[in-house]
T-cell receptor, first 112, second 114 residues
Framework: QQQVKQSPQSLIVQKGGISIINCAYENTAFDYFPWYQQFPGKGPALLIAIRPDVSEKKEGRFTISFNKSAKQFSLHIMDSQPGDSATYFCAASASGTYKYIFGTGTRLKVLA | GAVVSQHPSWVICKSGTSVKIECRSLDFQATTMFWYRQFPKQSLMLMATSNEGSKATYEQGVEKDKFLINHASLTLSTLTVTSAHPEDSSFYIC??????????FGSGTRLTVV
């Protein structure tokens, strides 16, 4: 119940295309869902995050879509660029715990 | 914004020796810091939660005597890998809870035990 399932494991997208990464969770106590971007040899960096009171959040080319009833959320990267090539992790946490449960990661490669 | 500095970025040590990794919050006070371990092409595994002035809380399966955590100040937490062995080789990442409730991660430390 503590798991966050992430798919796909890897993704190849043409430059200018849309990259979509999906995550699903079971624990209904989770109420904070961030996405992190990690480049090789570096720590993760927060991209965007959402709480269950909204169904969508957009920041620049990055959008989170959230479906509370399905317990699913996804990251959309519009106009994908080669510089977006990285590993993306979704995560979830419950209020008061501050412990993040991370998804297994998606390695994105954007072709020039 | 909140910045977390982790040092060293990489270290090679001989089997049986100990290695200390530092995690500093540069522009904010962090009462809580976290230590993760990441194997190649895998996700982040939480090892322990470090609280300033108290004992760290270790996740199930993590050897507290092997991975010593000290959080002696509001800006510094250290992880010491004691009697390191090749199987301890990994990427170790710290993170700190900044005031806004979000995490800021350090840049990670690549440990190689030979």
């Amino acid at each position: 119940q503590q798991q966050v399932k992430q798919s796909p494991q890897s993704l190849i997208v043409q430059k200018g295309g849309i990259s979509i990464i999906n995550c699903a969770y079971e624990n209904t106590a989770f109420d904070y869902f961030p996405w992190y971007q990690q480049f090789p040899g570096k720590g993760p960096a927060l991209l965007i995050a959402i709480r269950p009171d909204v169904s969508e959040k957009k920041e620049g080319r990055f959008t989170i879509s959230f479906n509370k009833s399905a317990k699913q959320f996804s990251l959309h990267i519009m106009d994908s660029q080669p510089g977006d090539s990285a590993t993306y992790f979704c995560a979830a946490s419950a209020s008061g715990t501050y412990k993040y449960i991370f998804g297994t990661g998606t390695r994105l490669k954007v072709l020039a | 914004g909140a910045v977390v500095s982790q040092h060293p970025s990489w270290v090679i040590c001989k089997s049986g020796t100990s290695v200390k990794i530092e995690c500093r919050s540069l522009d904010f006070q962090a009462t809580t810091m976290f230590w993760y371990r990441q194997f190649p092409k895998q996700s982040l595994m939480l090892m322990a939660t470090s609280n300033e002035g108290s004992k760290a809380t270790y996740e199930q399966g993590v050897e507290k005597d092997k991975f010593l955590i000290n959080h002696a100040s509001l800006t510094l937490s250290t992880l010491t890998v004691t009697s390191a062995h090749p199987e301890d080789s990994s990427f170790y990442i710290c993170s700190a809870l900044s005031g806004a409730g979000g995490y800021t991660f350090g840049s990670g430390t690549r440990l190689t035990v030979v």
